[in-house]
């Protein structure tokens, strides 16, 4: 079973930003594409971004792109979420995922990623 824990979220102000952290524990990190989704209440959870096993291959949800960045560090069993540019639509709980399928096939669909954390928060304020 594949633990993910993240962490980074908070209040910014709008045109600010945050780096959010997941750590991955109970497996082979470079072995998972991982991914990061965002939910809103009252809302469907919607795909914000998706890294290849070695971080070759990026995805990004059209809301987000060219303001958010993924990456990974295997060494640290960690992939990381840069938001920029932040604005108050961004603000959600922002979920980190994993899956043991290449990230090329299905990258924003989230029944594909069988492993999740808690959450962490992401507020934006006008």
């Known amino acids: 079973q594949l633990q993910l824990v993240e962490s980074g979220g908070g209040l910014v102000q709008a045109g600010g930003s945050l780096r959010l952290s997941c750590v991955a524990s109970?497996?082979?990190?470079?072995?998972?594409?991982m991914g990061w989704f965002r939910q809103t209440p009252g809302k469907e959870r919607d795909f914000v971004a998706a890294?290849?096993?070695?971080?070759?291959?990026?995805y990004y949800g059209d809301s987000v792109k060219g303001r958010f960045t993924i990456s990974r560090d295997n060494a640290k069993n960690t992939v990381y979420l840069e938001l920029n540019s932040l604005k108050p639509e961004d603000t959600a709980v922002y979920y980190c995922?994993?899956?043991?399928?290449?990230?090329?096939?299905?990258?924003?669909?989230?029944?594909?990623?069988?492993?999740w954390g808690q959450g962490t928060q992401v507020t934006v304020s006008p």
């Open positions: 995922a994993a899956r043991k399928t290449n990230v090329h096939t299905g990258y924003a669909e989230q029944g594909r990623f069988a492993y």
């Open positions: 109970g497996g082979t990190f470079n072995a998972y594409t």
């Open positions: 890294i290849s096993w070695y971080g070759k291959t990026t």
